[in-house]
């Protein structure tokens, strides 16, 4: 009698990619909380820790505390399902329509830019992520109606100028030929690869960035931001340790964590879901609208991923030798698969079917990444072996209408095993593109940049836009500046970021639709109050 599948993992929740921990696990640089940083970044998942990267490449010399309220790489970036799948058209006719057609050719071009930059880092030294060279994406189509939208979606982004020039469309029986799905009808297929979020993130990112950091560069674990403020105590400080000095404001932000206080010139919040519990946006508004809620502006949002072994099923994604496909997704990217190297497969997804579409409500600074949702966990592990090992030969209803089928599915009689399963917190920003830049002064008065509000889709965003964030902060700020010119004219002062080789950082085209404007927050805050 052949058994049923495991849908209880024997482990607990730590995700494939936690396990085993990196070297950096509950790492702290320092057994003291420094009291001052040039940049603090708060929150070291891929987005933190791209910046810092970022940030010591160009100025080599800042001083930099990145702070982390639970482990390292421990957030989402830790925790998902292991794709870099840069998006080249879906989003063509809704990006046309908010931002126009540039914008969406834009947004292709970005995407592209950044998996080339994660593929040269990751080849820069022998650092194994997991990824494949030239690996294929394929977006398989379960319905009709989905496969021609994302071909309306592709031909619209052809015609407006985006390039789309690696990307192959599959019709129904070429498609069954490769994958072996047969209840699919086409699949579009680009470039993209699976990858080990943590090894890139920890093991690649901030190690780079700690190799290149000097001794003002902490990095600091289990430290939890419960707030923080400007100051205007500037006259009260030591100004030899304060190497950045604004000369124009006397803003230096003074941050509370469970270690004790540090003064940072600068502020990288970088904690993604957690984005609202800290950015005090959400309070300002609350204190202008008298709203006694204030206003979400990203949302945090529970996501499923499994690990199955690859015992039993025996297959590659690819049945024909001559495609490498490395990862595949399904129903609009609602569900998503890759196959490892040892051949287990990581599927995610099916957070349609949870509690509330997965949306959830926190206390402020908590991280709940621990409970499975039983309908997501089910409709998982019953998605998979249609897709790959049994009677695929057509898609069936999602788990709710067939709850009842269950024992008798012939689906399920097959052996294999979940070998881990997980959840992450996602965080969605109010309009799904991600908030990158600084906090206009129309909320904030201080020097507060964010990066976050990657949507489910960071993987092939966040180097870039860190590296453009970065960017911003240090060359389009005027007292970055007003120092650049002081330098080259009346030669060293004795704030040492100054004697460093100010290198500029290249410059990189920000998609408009992540920026943050006065224009869009404010889009986004009415747009946030009509969802309350
Ligand atoms: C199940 C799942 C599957 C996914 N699959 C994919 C995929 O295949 N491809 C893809 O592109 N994207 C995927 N994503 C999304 C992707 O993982 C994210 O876009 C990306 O990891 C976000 O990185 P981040 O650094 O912005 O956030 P995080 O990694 O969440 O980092 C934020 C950090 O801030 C810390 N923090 C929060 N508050 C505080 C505080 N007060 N003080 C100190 N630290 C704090 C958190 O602990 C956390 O470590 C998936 C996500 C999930 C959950």
Same mark, same amino acid.
């Given at each position: 009698?052949?058994?049923?599948?495991?849908?209880?993992?024997?482990?607990?929740?730590?995700?494939?990619?936690?396990?085993?921990?990196?070297?950096?696990?509950?790492?702290?640089?320092?057994?003291?909380?420094?009291?001052?940083?040039?940049?603090?970044?708060?929150?070291?998942?891929?987005?933190?820790?791209?910046?810092?990267?970022?940030?010591?490449?160009?100025?080599?010399?800042?001083?930099?505390?990145?702070? %982390?309220?639970?482990?390292?790489?421990?957030?989402?970036?830790?925790?998902?399902?292991?794709?870099?799948?840069?998006?080249?058209?879906?989003?063509?006719?809704?990006?046309?329509?908010?931002?126009?057609?540039?914008?969406?050719?834009?947004?292709?071009?970005?995407?592209?830019?950044?998996?080339?930059?994660?593929?040269?880092?990751?080849?820069?030294?022998?650092?194994?992520?997991? #990824?494949?060279?030239?690996?294929?994406?394929?977006?398989?189509?379960?319905?009709? %109606?989905?496969?021609?939208?994302?071909?309306?979606?592709? #031909?619209?982004?052809?015609?407006?100028?985006?390039?789309?020039?690696?990307?192959?469309?599959?019709?129904?029986?070429?498609?069954?030929?490769?994958?072996?799905?047969?209840?699919?009808?086409?699949?579009?297929?680009?470039?993209?690869?699976?990858?080990?979020?943590?090894?890139?993130?920890?093991?690649?990112?901030?190690?780079?960035?700690?190799?290149?950091?000097?001794?003002?560069?902490?990095?600091?674990?289990?430290?939890?931001?419960?707030?923080?403020?400007?100051?205007?105590?500037?006259?009260?400080?030591?100004?030899?340790? @304060?190497?950045?000095?604004?000369?124009?404001?006397?803003?230096?932000?003074?941050?509370? #964590?469970?270690?004790?206080?540090?003064?940072?010139?600068?502020?990288?919040?970088?904690?993604?879901?957690?984005?609202?519990?800290?950015?005090?946006?959400?309070?300002?508004?609350?204190?202008?609208?008298?709203?006694?809620?204030?206003?979400?502006?990203?949302?945090?949002?529970?996501?499923?991923?499994?690990?199955?072994?690859?015992?039993?099923?025996?297959?590659? @994604?690819?049945?024909?030798?001559?495609?490498?496909?490395?990862?595949?997704?399904?129903?609009?990217?609602?569900?998503?698969?890759?196959?490892?190297?040892?051949?287990?497969?990581?599927?995610?997804?099916?957070?349609?079917?949870?509690?509330?579409?997965?949306?959830?409500?926190?206390?402020?600074?908590? #991280?709940?990444?621990?409970?499975?949702?039983?309908?997501?966990?089910?409709?998982?592990?019953?998605?998979?072996?249609?897709?790959?090992?049994?009677?695929?030969?057509?898609?069936?209803?999602?788990?709710?209408?067939?709850?009842?089928?269950?024992?008798?599915?012939?689906?399920?009689?097959?052996?294999?095993?979940?070998?881990?399963?997980?959840?992450?917190?996602?965080?969605?920003?109010?309009?799904?593109?991600?908030?990158?830049?600084?906090?206009?002064?129309?909320?904030?008065?201080?020097?507060?940049?964010?990066?976050?509000?990657?949507?489910?889709?960071?993987?092939?965003?966040?180097?870039?836009?860190?590296?453009?964030?970065?960017?911003?902060?240090?060359?389009?700020?005027?007292?970055?500046?007003?120092?650049?010119?002081?330098?080259?004219?009346?030669?060293?002062?004795?704030?040492?970021?100054?004697?460093?080789?100010? %290198?500029?950082?290249?410059?990189?085209?920000?998609?408009?639709?992540?920026?943050?404007?006065?224009?869009?927050?404010?889009?986004?805050?009415?747009?946030?109050?009509?969802?309350?």
């Amino acid at each position: 009698m052949p058994s049923k599948p495991a849908l209880t993992p024997s482990s607990s929740r730590i995700s494939t990619w936690l396990d085993p921990p990196t070297k950096f696990s509950m790492f702290r640089t320092t057994s003291e909380l420094p009291a001052t940083a040039d940049l603090a970044i708060i929150g070291s998942g891929f987005s933190g820790a791209s910046v810092a990267y970022h940030a010591l490449k160009a100025y080599p010399a800042l001083s930099i505390v990145m702070l %982390e309220v639970g482990d390292v790489c421990e957030g989402e970036s830790g925790r998902n399902g292991g794709h870099i799948r840069p998006d080249f058209y879906t989003y063509a006719s809704q990006i046309t329509a908010k931002y126009g057609s540039e914008e969406a050719a834009r947004l292709n071009k970005f995407e592209r830019d950044d998996f080339e930059a994660v593929k040269r880092l990751i080849k820069e030294d022998s650092v194994d992520c997991e #990824t494949v060279e030239d690996g294929e994406s394929w977006q398989v189509f379960l319905t009709q %109606e989905e496969f021609d939208e994302a071909l309306r979606e592709f #031909t619209m982004m052809r015609d407006l100028g985006g390039d789309v020039h690696d990307i192959q469309v599959y019709m129904r029986n070429e498609a069954i030929g490769v994958t072996g799905i047969q209840g699919c009808f086409g699949a579009i297929v680009s470039p993209g690869s699976r990858i080990s979020p943590t090894k890139l993130s920890h093991t690649k990112v901030l190690h780079v960035a700690l190799n290149n950091c000097n001794d003002a560069t902490q990095y600091s674990s289990g430290d939890c931001v419960s707030d923080y403020s400007e100051l205007d105590e500037f006259e009260h400080l030591d100004m030899n340790a @304060l190497r950045i000095v604004p000369k124009k404001s006397s803003y230096v932000h003074k941050i509370t #964590t469970s270690r004790g206080t540090l003064l940072a010139n600068k502020v990288v919040h970088a904690t993604n879901a957690y984005i609202d519990t800290l950015l005090s946006i959400s309070s300002n508004v609350r204190d202008t609208t008298k709203s006694p809620n204030g206003v979400v502006l990203v949302t945090p949002i529970r996501s499923h991923a499994l690990e199955i072994a690859s015992v039993g099923i025996r297959r590659k @994604l690819s049945l024909d030798p001559s495609h490498n496909i490395t990862n595949m997704n399904f129903n609009r990217g609602g569900e998503y698969l890759i196959q490892r190297p040892n051949g287990n497969f990581v599927l995610g997804g099916g957070r349609r079917f949870g509690n509330g579409n997965g949306i959830e409500s926190f206390n402020n600074n908590t #991280t709940a990444e621990t409970e499975i949702d039983g309908s997501v966990d089910f409709y998982l592990s019953f998605f998979f072996p249609q897709i790959l090992c049994f009677d695929n030969s057509h898609y069936l209803s999602p788990p709710k209408t067939v709850l009842g089928e269950r024992d008798t599915n012939e689906a399920y009689s097959a052996d294999y095993g979940i070998v881990k399963q997980w959840t992450g917190i996602m965080g969605f920003s109010v309009d799904e593109y991600p908030l990158v830049g600084k906090i206009p002064s129309f909320l904030e008065q201080g020097q507060e940049y964010c990066i976050a509000g990657f949507s489910g889709h960071g993987m092939p965003r966040i180097f870039l836009a860190a590296k453009a964030l970065v960017r911003m902060i240090l060359l389009e700020d005027d007292d970055y500046r007003y120092d650049c010119q002081y330098h080259s004219t009346v030669g060293p002062m004795h704030y040492r970021y100054i004697e460093g080789t100010i %290198e500029v950082a290249e410059n990189v085209q920000l998609p408009q639709c992540f920026a943050i404007t006065e224009e869009r927050l404010t889009k986004m805050i009415s747009l946030a109050k009509r969802k309350e």
